[in-house]
């Protein structure tokens, strides 16, 4: 590969123009050209982009074999030696540390969380028994009594452990479901425990069971809503036919308050016309059969 190219050395003019173009900030001195490639190369001037310091705008131009006139490839505006870079992204899960949580956080969920277990996994503590004995209060000369216990309950619930604090009420679920509460001994069971979460505000403290924070373990981040605004449907009603009774049945809309009626000279319904009887002339009586008495016995014929 040739060490330069002068045609495309000398098209500095060139380079600016096209770098002016992209920013309204203007471009700065010529910086230097160096050769990418056969018939490739790019012209670096510097920045005045507001708080990009250290950056430059580099131009590549290239001209096609035996060509003597240079073409744009492209503009891009990068970083040089001892620019100012914005810190490598890390995600927010990761960048919190313990301590950092507010009460208005929420923690992501931990499916496979090594920090904990299945409730119903046995622990094959060793320590388990001992443990139990202790908690009777044996070995000590003196333990709580009822108003110690009394007095103790009363200043946690009241606390920042308890059901009343700014965490607690902007929590999801209580510390009685998380799987990093873990309850007190003897009597204090029934409504306190200790955070063993290092990640929560509360880790290392008595909290009561009605106690809560965003660092809960079965509790998660809330999903965005779609920021997709459902309308109204729009019935089409371009493919319907529109009729007008008044057309076909003139005679029945003419008159809405006799629609229901039926005419008198109408046939009754399920009759023919000829047996309708009409209102204008009464049903003749039946003909009184002479052979017939009035006790309705038929009598002989006389000689």
């Known amino acids: 590969m040739a060490a330069t190219d002068q045609i495309l050395e000398n098209a500095v003019e060139l380079a600016r123009t096209a770098a002016a173009e992209v920013t309204p900030h203007g471009v700065g001195d010529h910086l230097g050209f160096y050769l990418e490639e056969r018939r490739v190369g790019t012209h670096m001037f510097a920045a005045k982009e507001p708080g990009y310091l250290g950056w430059h705008w580099a131009v590549t131009i290239a001209r ?6 240079a073409t744009i490839n492209e503009v891009d505006l990068l970083p040089g030696h001892g620019a100012l870079l914005a810190p490598h992204w890390v995600p927010w899960a990761d960048r919190l540390r313990p301590g950092d949580l507010s009460p208005s956080d929420v923690l992501p969920l931990q499916a496979d969380d090594p920090r904990l277990d299945q409730g119903f996994e046995q622990t094959d503590d060793e320590e388990a028994d001992q443990l139990a004995i202790y908690e009777l209060g044996l070995g000590r000369a003196r333990v709580l009594s009822p108003e110690g216990r009394a007095a103790a309950f009363e200043r946690w619930y009241e606390g920042e452990g308890g059901p009343n604090s700014e965490s ?8 009685s479901t998380c799987g990093f509460f873990m309850k007190l001994s003897g009597s204090a069971r029934r409504m306190f425990g200790v955070c063993a979460n290092e990640w929560s505000p509360s880790d290392g403290r008595v909290v009561s069971i009605d106690h809560g924070c965003g660092a809960h373990s079965e509790t ?18 371009g493919l319907m036919e529109v009729i007008d009774a008044s057309e076909l049945w003139p005679a029945v809309v ?3 308050a006799d629609a229901d009626a039926v005419p008198p000279s109408s046939p009754a319904p399920g009759l023919p016309a000829e047996e309708v009887p009409s209102a204008e002339t009464e049903p003749e009586a039946p003909a009184e059969d002479p052979e017939t008495s009035e006790h309705g016995e038929t009598e002989e014929p006389r000689a």
């Open 64 to 69: 096609p074999p035996r060509g003597r006139t």
């Open 168 to 175: 607690a009420r902007r929590a999801a679920a209580h510390c």
């Open 220 to 237: 998660d981040v809330q999903k965005r809503r779609s920021e997709w605004q459902q309308s109204e449907p729009v019935i089409d009603e």
């Open 254 to 256: 003419a008159n809405d």
